[in-house]
């Protein structure tokens, strides 16, 4: 039986029709905040070869396995639709409509339906029927442009900015605004197109107006928030770990130059000229020492530095420890649901969903025919054809 939920959304069904990548990301953030999310699988499996026991996007929710290409196949779905009030789907531009749930079809089912779109490049525009990833989306945007240092090609920020940030949230904000505007008096459902290119674009805001107010270059590392800056970046220790540098207000600056013993040396905050002086004298500095001996010395201050800890390092940091930022469940450490209700806790109910484990009780829950097909899919993933387009234009 489903978890009892205790969510900011408990009460809420959503419908995922499974993807990779961002799609999924945002059903979990729903399902972190109790939303009852019903996963539709498919036979034979995904694009990505992931053990699915470790996919913790797949986490607190629910799966049924159905074959939208057969032929009672987007019935079953469309069941489901009936009953929710949320549907994500992540595929290219018209495949939807093809298998027959696209948002026609799902609003004349249930008019007050939220039918949110994941894609990379948005439902129309030249490159609407164009395969992409992260790295592309955030390319021609311009904010891949702004990481890395100028000597160097442009750092890749993992699929954090674009798939997650730029992706994921656009489309959790936009659903939920969507469901605000059905449940209101003459409401109705709707269709929220979330594209990666938008939600990446719209990230950079303030870097623009900075350009257009002449405070921010257009070329990386030249800047206030973008490794330019000698007192906002990293620095090697002697045991060849990483701090990280954010001592940007006069206050801080203070603090930080005084503990780092190189105050007597390092010129005023705002000289730029000696920029290049001041870097090499923190590097330096930085390397006498290793990163625990230097993380005690700034530890309790407003010197704005910490450690550069690793992605296994960091559930044992004493302020993540005690804040319970990282959780386990069923053997695995994760990142606990945010952000946090005061009165409507969200939380880790549900290990990743296995494929199909729950068509049975999701049609009791839900009050649907059998839904489909309740065999385990294959072991190998299939090659993906239209779901091609799961990578949003994927």
């Known amino acids: 039986m489903a978890a009892s939920v205790n969510g900011p959304l408990a009460g809420v069904r959503v419908v995922e029709l499974a993807g990779i990548g961002p799609g999924p990301f945002a059903a979990m953030l729903l399902a972190d905040l109790g939303a009852d999310v019903v996963r539709v699988d498919r036979p034979g499996g995904g694009a990505l070869a992931v053990d699915p026991a470790y996919d913790l996007t797949n986490r607190n929710k629910r799966s049924v396995l159905v074959d939208l290409k057969s032929e009672d196949g987007p019935a079953r779905v469309l069941d489901l639709v009936e009953r929710a009030d949320i549907l994500i789907e992540g595929y290219r531009p018209g495949v ?21 779109r994941m894609t990379g490049w948005g439902q129309d525009g030249p490159l609407a029927q164009s395969a992409g990833h992260d790295i592309a989306y955030i390319a021609v945007t311009g904010t891949l442009g702004m990481f890395g240092r100028p000597e160097e090609p442009p750092t890749v920020p ?21 469901l605000r505007h059905a449940a209101a008096p003459g409401g109705a459902g709707q269709v929220v197109d979330a594209a990666i290119v938008d939600g990446a674009a719209h990230l950079a805001t303030m870097i ?19 490794g330019g800056c000698p007192f906002y970046g990293n620095y090697e220790t002697s045991d060849g770990q990483y701090m990280a540098v954010g001592a940007l207000e006069q206050q801080f600056y203070t603090e930080f130059v005084r503990l780092l013993g190189i105050e007597d040396q390092a010129p005023a905050r705002k000289d730029i000229a000696r920029w290049d002086e001041l870097r090499g004298a923190i590097a330096a500095r930085f390397k006498e020492r290793t990163r625990e001996e230097w993380t005690a010395v700034f530890e309790g201050s407003d010197a704005c530095v910490a450690p550069v800890l690793s992605l296994r390092e960091a559930p044992s940091h004493p302020h993540l420890v005690a804040r319970s930022t990282f959780v ?10 945010a952000p946090r209700f005061s009165a409507t806790p969200g939380s880790v109910r549900l290990p990743p969903a296995q494929p199909g484990a729950d068509t049975a009780e999701v049609a009791r829950d839900w009050d649907v025919p059998s839904i489909g097909n309740s065999e385990k899919p294959a072991s190998a993933p299939q090659t993906p054809t239209d779901r091609a387009g799961s990578r949003r234009q994927s």
Not at 328 to 333: I, M, N, Q, S, Y
């Open 96 to 116: 939807a409509e093809r298998l027959g749930v696209g948002p026609d079809v799902c609003l004349a089912r249930n008019p007050k339906l939220v039918y949110g």
């Open 208 to 226: 623009h107006g900075m350009v257009a107010a002449g405070g921010w270059q257009d070329r990386r590392g030249a800047n206030l928030l973008d």
């Open 158 to 178: 993992a699929n954090i900015v674009g798939d997650y940030a730029g992706g994921s949230l656009y489309l959790v904000v936009g659903v939920l605004a969507a």
């Open 328 to 337: 386990e469940h069923g053997g695995l450490t994760q990142p606990a649901p």
